[in-house]
């Protein structure tokens, strides 16, 4: 397990909307999340009760339905503490493109793709799905930038952001297509692909690319700045935050 330090965005005028009255969550349902994630553990008290506000209101905007099993408070309040992390840093964290977030108990059948998955981002039809116990896999390991959480919601926050423009958005999308114009550079492609740092899987296309580059963004914050400092300044900037903070070296 990774030591931690008190979280620090990556300062920014009005970065947060006043909360006057924040939802408040009971003791255990903190217990739950602290159990799993170490960035909420990390964070200030403040911090911790903005946090869970968002994570009930995440909770609140979303419809969690369960296939072969009975979804509980822990698989609410795991997810969607996973997808508060990711937008954490921005002042608009709602995933406005999807209304479900759907959970197998194990790998399913996708009637999109007619292949078995462990985790799927449909805006079409407004779901998130995941296999439950490869969602909790992605915790055993904080260091081997596989998370399922964070690489599916990481699709849903980025189809969020293409569809719903705001500020926020806007600045996320323009970071994200700076960083495929500086990708163009063939030294630096040469670069990414000599280091082994992302899996293959990463190349798949640009939105796979930026959900792989988002779990080592959380996962291993030192040796991606390490490897590639330049696209990790694109991530930092894309989300506000500068996750090497978080957690110590």
């Known amino acids: 397990m990774k030591e931690t330090t008190n979280l620090k965005l990556v300062p920014r005028k009005n970065l947060f909307r006043l909360v006057l009255f924040p939802k408040r969550m009971k003791k255990s349902e903190k217990e739950i999340i602290a159990a799993k994630n170490e960035f909420y553990r990390a964070l200030t008290p403040f911090q911790k009760c903005l946090f869970e506000h968002r994570v009930l209101v995440f909770i609140k905007n979303h419809q969690f339905i369960g296939k072969n099993l009975k979804v509980t408070r822990e698989m609410e309040l795991l997810i969607a503490a996973t997808a508060i992390m990711l937008s954490f840093g921005l002042d608009r964290y709602l ?25 799927e981002a449909n805006p079409k039809y407004k779901v998130i799905v995941f296999s439950w116990k490869h969602f909790l896999e992605g915790f055993e390991d904080a260091t081997d930038n596989l998370n399922l959480g964070i690489h599916e919601l990481t699709h849903g926050l980025h189809f969020s952001f ?23 550079d063939k030294k630096e492609q040469k670069k990414i ?44 900037d894309m989300f506000n935050l500068d996750t090497r903070v978080v957690f110590k070296d």
């Open 95 to 119: 995933y406005l493109s999807f209304d479900y977030i759907l959970i197998y108990p194990d790998i399913f059948y996708s009637q999109l793709s007619k292949e078995e998955h462990k985790g």
């Open 162 to 184: 293409l569809k719903y423009r705001n500020y926020t958005s806007r600045r996320f999308i323009s970071k994200y297509n700076e960083l495929l114009e500086f990708l163009t």
């Open 193 to 236: 692909i000599a280091s082994k740092y992302f899996r293959d899987y990463a190349f798949e296309n640009q939105y796979e690319f930026l959900s792989v580059l988002v779990e080592h963004f959380f996962e291993t914050p030192h040796e991606f700045y390490r490897k590639h400092p330049k696209i990790y300044n694109y991530l930092r």
